[in-house]
Protein backbone atom coordinates (compact mmCIF):
# COMPACT_ATOMS: atom_id res chain seq x y z
CA UNK A 1 0.00 0.00 0.00
CA UNK A 2 1.53 3.63 -0.50
CA UNK A 3 1.24 5.61 2.55
CA UNK A 4 1.46 8.90 1.04
CA UNK A 5 -2.70 8.20 0.49
CA UNK A 6 -3.31 7.37 3.97
CA UNK A 7 -1.52 9.40 5.97
CA UNK A 8 -1.47 8.58 10.11
CA UNK A 9 -3.04 10.99 11.10
CA UNK A 10 -6.04 10.64 8.68
CA UNK A 11 -6.50 6.85 9.36
CA UNK A 12 -6.25 7.65 12.88
CA UNK A 13 -9.54 9.70 12.42
CA UNK A 14 -11.15 6.82 10.29
CA UNK A 15 -10.63 4.15 11.98
CA UNK A 16 -12.40 5.11 14.92
CA UNK A 17 -16.03 5.55 12.73
CA UNK A 18 -15.52 2.17 10.69
CA UNK A 19 -18.13 -0.33 11.45
CA UNK A 20 -16.93 -3.53 12.21
CA UNK A 21 -15.58 -5.93 10.24
CA UNK A 22 -17.55 -9.24 9.31
CA UNK A 23 -16.79 -12.57 11.24
CA UNK A 24 -15.14 -15.27 9.10
CA UNK A 25 -16.80 -18.24 8.80
CA UNK A 26 -14.85 -21.07 10.53
CA UNK A 27 -15.65 -23.48 7.38
CA UNK A 28 -14.24 -22.65 4.36
CA UNK A 29 -13.47 -18.95 5.53
CA UNK A 30 -12.49 -17.96 2.08
CA UNK A 31 -9.47 -15.49 1.09
CA UNK A 32 -8.24 -13.10 4.48
CA UNK A 33 -10.38 -9.89 3.90
CA UNK A 34 -8.40 -7.08 2.64
CA UNK A 35 -7.05 -4.54 5.12
CA UNK A 36 -9.72 -1.47 5.91
CA UNK A 37 -6.80 1.28 5.37
CA UNK A 38 -5.43 -1.06 2.13
CA UNK A 39 -9.32 -0.66 0.79
CA UNK A 40 -9.31 2.99 2.04
CA UNK A 41 -6.13 3.73 0.11
CA UNK A 42 -7.62 2.59 -2.87
CA UNK A 43 -10.83 4.82 -2.58
CA UNK A 44 -7.92 7.52 -2.12
CA UNK A 45 -6.34 7.02 -5.28
CA UNK A 46 -9.55 6.75 -7.48
CA UNK A 47 -10.39 10.04 -5.71
CA UNK A 48 -7.25 11.86 -6.61
CA UNK A 49 -6.25 10.34 -9.84
CA UNK A 50 -9.83 10.17 -11.31
CA UNK A 51 -9.11 6.30 -12.58
CA UNK A 52 -12.03 4.08 -13.61
CA UNK A 53 -12.63 1.45 -10.35
CA UNK A 54 -11.11 -1.38 -13.19
CA UNK A 55 -7.82 0.26 -13.68
CA UNK A 56 -6.91 0.87 -9.99
CA UNK A 57 -3.45 -0.59 -9.97
CA UNK A 58 -3.19 -3.44 -7.55
CA UNK A 59 0.05 -4.19 -7.01
CA UNK A 60 0.75 -0.26 -6.36
CA UNK A 61 -2.18 0.40 -4.02
CA UNK A 62 -2.40 -2.91 -2.11
CA UNK A 63 -6.59 -4.15 -3.59
CA UNK A 64 -8.05 -3.99 -6.38
CA UNK A 65 -10.45 -1.25 -7.70
CA UNK A 66 -13.58 -3.66 -6.82
CA UNK A 67 -12.61 -4.34 -3.36
CA UNK A 68 -12.51 -0.51 -3.09
CA UNK A 69 -16.08 0.08 -4.48
CA UNK A 70 -17.22 -2.21 -2.20
CA UNK A 71 -15.68 -0.92 0.61
CA UNK A 72 -16.81 2.42 -0.28
CA UNK A 73 -19.85 1.40 -1.03
CA UNK A 74 -20.03 0.22 2.67
CA UNK A 75 -18.79 2.96 4.53
CA UNK A 76 -20.99 5.50 2.65
CA UNK A 77 -24.13 3.58 3.87
CA UNK A 78 -22.82 3.33 7.19
CA UNK A 79 -22.80 7.49 7.59
CA UNK A 80 -18.91 6.96 8.15
CA UNK A 81 -18.17 9.90 5.81
CA UNK A 82 -20.16 12.85 7.48
CA UNK A 83 -18.92 11.95 10.58
CA UNK A 84 -15.78 12.49 9.95
CA UNK A 85 -16.32 15.50 8.39
CA UNK A 86 -18.35 17.02 11.59
CA UNK A 87 -15.29 15.41 13.80
CA UNK A 88 -12.58 16.98 12.24
CA UNK A 89 -14.97 20.59 12.14
CA UNK A 90 -15.29 20.08 15.73
CA UNK A 91 -11.15 19.76 16.02
CA UNK A 92 -11.00 22.95 14.34
CA UNK A 93 -13.67 25.01 16.40
CA UNK A 94 -11.67 23.46 19.45
CA UNK A 95 -8.49 25.18 17.94
CA UNK A 96 -10.12 28.12 17.10
CA UNK A 97 -9.48 27.92 13.56
CA UNK A 98 -12.96 27.91 12.56
CA UNK A 99 -15.03 31.30 12.06
CA UNK A 100 -18.86 30.69 12.20
CA UNK A 101 -19.66 34.31 11.64
CA UNK A 102 -18.76 34.90 8.11
CA UNK A 103 -19.51 32.09 5.48
CA UNK A 104 -19.94 32.04 1.94
CA UNK A 105 -22.22 30.10 -0.16
CA UNK A 106 -22.23 29.24 -4.20
CA UNK A 107 -22.63 26.28 -6.65
CA UNK A 108 -20.62 24.47 -9.69
CA UNK A 109 -22.02 22.29 -12.23
CA UNK A 110 -20.04 19.20 -12.91
CA UNK A 111 -20.72 16.78 -16.05
CA UNK A 112 -22.16 13.71 -15.39
CA UNK A 113 -21.33 10.85 -17.60
CA UNK A 114 -23.97 8.11 -16.75
CA UNK A 115 -26.96 8.42 -15.97
CA UNK A 116 -28.43 8.56 -12.49
CA UNK A 117 -30.39 9.66 -9.31
CA UNK A 118 -29.77 13.53 -9.46
CA UNK A 119 -28.20 14.01 -13.15
CA UNK A 120 -30.35 16.44 -14.84
CA UNK A 121 -30.02 18.56 -18.30
CA UNK A 122 -27.28 21.51 -17.36
CA UNK A 123 -28.32 24.98 -18.19
CA UNK A 124 -25.05 25.91 -19.18
CA UNK A 125 -23.65 23.05 -20.96
CA UNK A 126 -26.22 22.83 -23.70
CA UNK A 127 -28.56 20.74 -21.59
CA UNK A 128 -26.10 18.11 -21.33
CA UNK A 129 -26.54 15.45 -18.57
CA UNK A 130 -24.91 17.32 -15.34
CA UNK A 131 -25.05 17.77 -11.84
CA UNK A 132 -24.34 20.28 -9.38
CA UNK A 133 -21.68 20.84 -5.82
CA UNK A 134 -23.36 23.44 -3.59
CA UNK A 135 -20.93 24.14 -1.09
CA UNK A 136 -20.62 26.19 1.69
CA UNK A 137 -17.36 27.78 3.48
CA UNK A 138 -16.58 29.77 6.53
CA UNK A 139 -13.99 32.78 6.39
CA UNK A 140 -11.11 30.95 6.06
CA UNK A 141 -12.71 28.96 3.04
CA UNK A 142 -12.93 25.46 4.93
CA UNK A 143 -15.83 23.80 3.44
CA UNK A 144 -18.48 23.80 6.45
CA UNK A 145 -21.16 21.20 4.45
CA UNK A 146 -21.61 20.38 0.80
CA UNK A 147 -24.45 18.95 -1.05
CA UNK A 148 -25.24 17.40 -4.52
CA UNK A 149 -28.37 17.65 -7.03
CA UNK A 150 -29.39 17.97 -10.70
CA UNK A 151 -27.30 20.19 -13.09
CA UNK A 152 -30.55 22.16 -13.60
CA UNK A 153 -31.40 23.43 -9.96
CA UNK A 154 -30.69 27.08 -9.11
CA UNK A 155 -28.57 27.42 -6.63
CA UNK A 156 -31.43 29.87 -4.40
CA UNK A 157 -33.47 26.98 -4.54
CA UNK A 158 -30.71 24.82 -2.62
CA UNK A 159 -29.65 27.61 0.20
CA UNK A 160 -32.05 26.97 2.76
CA UNK A 161 -31.26 23.29 2.28
CA UNK A 162 -27.62 23.79 2.34
CA UNK A 163 -27.66 25.68 5.95
CA UNK A 164 -29.91 22.30 7.27
CA UNK A 165 -26.78 20.28 6.10
CA UNK A 166 -24.60 21.65 8.28
CA UNK A 167 -23.95 19.27 11.39
CA UNK A 168 -23.78 20.29 14.76
CA UNK A 169 -20.82 21.62 15.25
CA UNK A 170 -18.72 20.73 18.70
CA UNK A 171 -15.48 21.83 19.57
CA UNK A 172 -16.22 24.66 22.46
CA UNK A 173 -18.46 25.32 25.43
CA UNK A 174 -21.89 25.76 25.15
CA UNK A 175 -24.27 24.79 22.30
CA UNK A 176 -23.08 23.18 18.86
CA UNK A 177 -23.01 25.63 16.22
CA UNK A 178 -25.36 25.19 12.73
CA UNK A 179 -25.50 28.29 11.25
CA UNK A 180 -23.42 31.42 10.68
CA UNK A 181 -24.22 35.01 11.90
CA UNK A 182 -23.63 36.60 8.46
CA UNK A 183 -23.64 34.54 5.27
CA UNK A 184 -22.10 36.03 1.71
CA UNK A 185 -23.56 35.40 -1.74
CA UNK A 186 -23.39 36.23 -5.34
CA UNK A 187 -26.15 38.00 -7.19
CA UNK A 188 -27.65 34.53 -7.61
CA UNK A 189 -29.08 34.31 -4.27
CA UNK A 190 -30.52 37.79 -4.83
CA UNK A 191 -34.17 36.96 -4.26
CA UNK A 192 -35.75 38.69 -1.20
CA UNK A 193 -38.18 35.71 -0.06
CA UNK A 194 -34.85 33.98 0.87
CA UNK A 195 -33.76 37.35 2.73
CA UNK A 196 -36.34 37.55 4.84
CA UNK A 197 -36.18 33.63 5.44
CA UNK A 198 -32.53 34.28 6.34
CA UNK A 199 -33.49 36.94 8.48
CA UNK A 200 -36.08 34.43 10.30
CA UNK A 201 -33.18 31.81 11.09
CA UNK A 202 -30.84 34.23 12.44
CA UNK A 203 -28.64 34.80 9.85
CA UNK A 204 -27.52 38.31 8.01
CA UNK A 205 -27.64 38.47 4.51
CA UNK A 206 -24.56 39.75 2.45
CA UNK A 207 -26.09 39.25 -0.71
CA UNK A 208 -24.91 41.09 -3.88
CA UNK A 209 -27.94 42.78 -5.56
CA UNK A 210 -28.47 42.61 -9.66
CA UNK A 211 -28.76 45.21 -12.01
CA UNK A 212 -26.23 47.26 -9.47
CA UNK A 213 -22.82 48.10 -10.61
CA UNK A 214 -19.78 45.69 -9.61
CA UNK A 215 -17.97 46.99 -6.56
CA UNK A 216 -20.30 46.30 -3.26
CA UNK A 217 -16.96 45.19 -1.55
CA UNK A 218 -18.27 41.72 -1.30
CA UNK A 219 -15.99 39.88 -3.40
CA UNK A 220 -13.15 40.35 -0.73
CA UNK A 221 -15.15 37.95 1.91
CA UNK A 222 -16.62 35.42 -0.25
CA UNK A 223 -14.14 34.08 -2.85
CA UNK A 224 -12.80 31.62 -0.58
CA UNK A 225 -16.00 29.89 -1.53
CA UNK A 226 -14.33 30.08 -5.21
CA UNK A 227 -11.01 28.58 -3.94
CA UNK A 228 -12.45 25.70 -1.86
CA UNK A 229 -14.10 24.65 -5.20
CA UNK A 230 -10.58 24.59 -6.99
CA UNK A 231 -9.52 22.56 -3.81
CA UNK A 232 -12.65 20.07 -4.33
CA UNK A 233 -11.63 19.50 -7.91
CA UNK A 234 -8.34 19.55 -7.65
CA UNK A 235 -9.35 15.59 -6.37
CA UNK A 236 -10.08 14.80 -10.20
CA UNK A 237 -13.10 12.12 -9.58
CA UNK A 238 -15.02 15.22 -8.50
CA UNK A 239 -14.40 17.15 -11.65
CA UNK A 240 -16.30 14.68 -13.51
CA UNK A 241 -19.52 12.97 -11.70
CA UNK A 242 -18.95 9.58 -12.82
CA UNK A 243 -21.02 7.70 -10.00
CA UNK A 244 -24.84 6.40 -11.33
CA UNK A 245 -25.38 6.53 -7.18
CA UNK A 246 -26.05 9.74 -5.85
CA UNK A 247 -24.38 8.83 -2.32
CA UNK A 248 -21.75 7.61 -3.24
CA UNK A 249 -20.63 10.74 -5.42
CA UNK A 250 -21.79 12.64 -2.41
CA UNK A 251 -19.80 10.33 -0.45
CA UNK A 252 -16.55 11.24 -2.31
CA UNK A 253 -18.40 14.89 -1.64
CA UNK A 254 -17.60 14.62 2.01
CA UNK A 255 -14.33 12.52 2.01
CA UNK A 256 -12.59 15.15 -0.06
CA UNK A 257 -13.52 17.62 2.73
CA UNK A 258 -11.57 15.87 5.17
CA UNK A 259 -8.54 16.07 3.52
CA UNK A 260 -8.74 19.82 3.36
CA UNK A 261 -9.89 20.27 7.02
CA UNK A 262 -6.89 18.30 8.16
CA UNK A 263 -4.55 19.96 6.03
CA UNK A 264 -5.75 23.43 7.84
CA UNK A 265 -5.14 21.25 11.19
CA UNK A 266 -1.57 20.54 10.35
CA UNK A 267 -0.62 23.63 9.44
CA UNK A 268 -1.41 25.12 12.91
CA UNK A 269 0.81 23.04 14.41
Known sequence: MRADLVPDDLWERVSRLLPPAPERRHRHPGRLRVPDRTALAGVLFV??????????????????????????????????????????????RHAGLLDLDDCSVD????????????????????????????LI????????????????????????????????????????RRKPRRLYGDRGYDFDKYRRLLWKRGIKPMIARRGVAHGSGLGKVRWVV??????????????????????????????????ICLRRLRISF
Open 47 to 92: LRTGVAWRDVPAETVGCSGVTAWRRLRDWTEAGVWPRLHAALLAEL
Open 137 to 176: VDRHGTPVAVTLTGGNRHDITQLLPLLDAVPPIRGARGRP
Open 107 to 134: GSHVRALKRGDHVEPSPVDRARPGSKHH
Open 226 to 259: ERTFAWLHQFKRLRTRYERRADLHQGLLDLACSP
